[in-house]
């Protein structure tokens, strides 16, 4: 029977093995990638990893982040995320990295690095704009100069001196990590940027610039490329040119290819044990003919990874609702599991028995090369018509007929009433599957956008 649970909660990985629950087939990439940095050498060097969100980036980050670890490689990972509560990325992101190398170079960091806050915590944040470099970008030159001036009359002396200190105290941190990475590449993988509030993934960007800007130290940053441009537009305002900002940061972009969704969805399938056991007809009814009906339309909506878990996390519900010789009808259940989400507008459609409107709607939704001659369509494309159909109608096109196969959609109706007669229907199937429906959430309000 199905259970109730996230992947996350199933997310261990084996340092030794890490690709042992490999689903998606992502080894072969992180093999590619590592060789791209072992191949970097006596630089400062930083990687973006583009993909987009709910695509598996975290899945891909943390397992090579272990496979790096077992090449020799010192590395370190970073979720951003995690701590984007906090009101500066410094402390807890130094810490955090700090803490994750070998002991002889932590323990030759972490003085430097306290040293470091000591004069962060007594300077200004004027003070900590100057050093990260953001007072170039978001001032213009006069506003600068007047804050300037403003500032050290407030501030005096005092200010300047601790600011020179504070450059010092920097200079001494680079060098003692330079020292190590000589000896040593370091990799620092920094995971889930684009979620962080606008001020704090740009702060924490300048952080790695001006911070770990010292050879054979490498930033992989695992990001959404264009969720991360939004962020800057948000900091920087909506003229603000993101790829020029990006391109001071990054040195090469590499892409995550494009997740296998029938794999994935093998995978959650098996991960909640969703099954077929005691159902005579899999290929009408069954949870594995669903799951292959499902993968059709998750290409066609292209559905992230996270989308299809979340939609899996209904169908495990469903299994739990359902009893397993019910009727589900899968080709048309699935598709308006994912269209009540993803297009409302074709889920009242489907609820009103709209036919018309359905096919029209698909016929521009769905490429004319997998529409013709796709078994999956077809057998949809009959099914939705057996659901929007009344009973009356296709009792009257029964009696008519000379022969079943002239009709595929009176065949299916007559077979299925014949092996597995559904005995709430009401005037169509369609009322019949937006009650399955109704069971895992509420039906959406078609005049919400």
């Given at each position: 029977?199905?259970?109730?649970?996230?992947?996350?909660?199933?997310?261990?990985?084996?340092?030794?093995?890490?690709?042992?629950n490999?689903?998606?087939?992502?080894?072969k990439?992180?093999?590619?990638?590592?060789?791209?940095?072992?191949?970097?050498?006596?630089?400062?060097?930083?990687?973006?990893?583009?993909?987009?969100y709910?695509?598996?980036?975290?899945?891909?980050?943390?397992?090579?982040?272990?496979?790096l670890?077992?090449t020799?490689?010192?590395?370190?990972?970073?979720?951003?995320?995690?701590?984007?509560?906090?009101?500066?990325?410094?402390?807890?992101?130094?810490?955090?990295?700090?803490?994750?190398?070998?002991?002889?170079i932590?323990?030759?960091l972490?003085?430097?690095?306290?040293?470091?806050?000591?004069?962060?915590?007594?300077?200004?944040?004027?003070?900590?704009?100057?050093?990260?470099?953001?007072?170039?970008?978001?001032?213009?030159?006069?506003?600068?100069?007047?804050?300037?001036?403003?500032?050290?009359q407030?501030?005096?002396?005092?200010?300047?001196?601790?600011?020179?200190?504070?450059?010092?105290?920097?200079?001494?941190?680079?060098?003692?990590?330079?020292d190590?990475?000589?000896?040593?590449?370091?990799?620092?993988?920094?995971?889930?940027?684009?979620?962080c509030?606008?001020?704090?993934?740009?702060?924490?960007?300048?952080?790695?610039?001006?911070?770990?800007?010292?050879?054979?130290?490498i930033?992989?940053?695992?990001?959404?490329?264009?969720?991360?441009?939004?962020?800057?537009?948000?900091?920087?305002?909506?003229?603000?040119?993101g790829?020029?900002?990006?391109?001071?940061?990054?040195?090469?972009?590499?892409h995550?290819?494009?997740?296998?969704r029938?794999?994935?969805?093998?995978?959650?399938?098996?991960?909640?044990?969703?099954?077929?056991?005691?159902?005579?007809?899999?290929?009408?009814?069954?949870?594995?003919?669903?799951?292959?009906?499902?993968v059709?339309?998750a290409?066609?909506?292209?559905?992230?990874?996270?989308?299809?878990?979340?939609?899996?996390?209904?169908v495990?519900?469903?299994?739990?609702?359902?009893?397993?010789?019910?009727?589900?009808?899968?080709?048309?259940?699935?598709?308006?599991?994912?269209?009540?989400?993803?297009?409302?507008?074709q889920?009242y459609?489907?609820?009103?028995?709209?036919?018309?409107?359905?096919?029209?709607y698909?016929?521009?939704?769905?490429?004319?090369?997998?529409s013709?001659?796709?078994?999956?369509?077809?057998?949809?494309?009959?099914?939705?018509?057996?659901?929007?159909?009344?009973?009356?109608?296709?009792?009257?096109?029964?009696?008519?007929?000379?022969?079943?196969?002239?009709?595929?959609?009176?065949?299916?109706?007559?077979?299925?009433?014949?092996?597995?007669?559904?005995?709430?229907e009401?005037?169509?199937?369609?009322?019949?599957?937006?009650?399955?429906?109704?069971?895992?959430?509420?039906?959406?309000?078609?005049?919400?956008?």
């Amino acid at each position: 029977m199905a259970e109730y649970k996230k992947m996350t909660d199933c997310d261990i990985i084996d340092s030794k093995d890490p690709w042992k629950n490999d689903k998606l087939k992502r080894q072969k990439v992180a093999e590619d990638f590592t060789e791209i940095v072992k191949n970097i050498n006596n630089q400062p060097f930083v990687i973006s990893i583009d993909s987009a969100y709910g695509t598996g980036k975290t899945f891909f980050i943390k397992r090579w982040v272990e496979d790096l670890k077992n090449t020799g490689i010192t590395t370190c990972y970073y979720n951003a995320w995690n701590t984007d509560y906090q009101t500066d990325p410094l402390v807890p992101f130094v810490n955090s990295i700090i803490k994750q190398f070998p002991k002889d170079i932590s323990d030759k960091l972490q003085e430097n690095f306290e040293n470091l806050i000591g004069v962060l915590k007594t300077a200004s944040n004027f003070a900590i704009k100057c050093f990260t470099g953001r007072d170039n970008m978001v001032e213009d030159s006069a506003k600068l100069a007047q804050q300037t001036v403003e500032f050290i009359q407030g501030v005096g002396r005092d200010f300047i001196e601790n600011n020179n200190q504070t450059i010092g105290v920097i200079d001494a941190f680079k060098v003692k990590l330079a020292d190590e990475a000589q000896k040593r590449k370091i990799v620092i993988c920094v995971d889930e940027l684009e979620r962080c509030r606008p001020t704090y993934a740009v702060e924490l960007l300048e952080i790695i610039k001006h911070l770990f800007n010292v050879p054979n130290v490498i930033f992989v940053l695992s990001t959404d490329r264009q969720q991360l441009k939004h962020t800057i537009a948000k900091m920087y305002g909506e003229n603000m040119d993101g790829d020029g900002y990006l391109r001071r940061f990054i040195d090469l972009e590499l892409h995550l290819p494009d997740p296998d969704r029938d794999l994935f969805c093998s995978y959650i399938q098996e991960l909640y044990d969703i099954k077929n056991e005691k159902l005579g007809a899999r290929h009408v009814d069954g949870w594995n003919y669903f799951k292959e009906q499902f993968v059709f339309w998750a290409e066609i909506y292209k559905l992230s990874l996270r989308e299809i878990e979340q939609f899996w996390i209904e169908v495990s519900y469903l299994a739990h609702i359902l009893p397993e010789e019910r009727r589900k009808i899968a080709p048309v259940l699935a598709w308006v599991l994912i269209v009540k989400t993803k297009d409302v507008n074709q889920f009242y459609n489907f609820k009103n028995n709209d036919l018309k409107s359905i096919r029209e709607y698909l016929s521009k939704t769905v490429p004319s090369k997998i529409s013709e001659n796709n078994r999956c369509y077809e057998t949809f494309m009959t099914n939705i018509e057996l659901c929007t159909t009344s009973s009356e109608e296709l009792y009257a096109r029964y009696k008519a007929l000379n022969d079943l196969n002239e009709d595929p959609v009176v065949q299916t109706w007559y077979y299925m009433h014949l092996n597995n007669p559904i005995d709430d229907e009401e005037k169509t199937l369609s009322s019949y599957i937006c009650n399955i429906l109704s069971y895992i959430s509420p039906m959406p309000d078609p005049s919400m956008p």
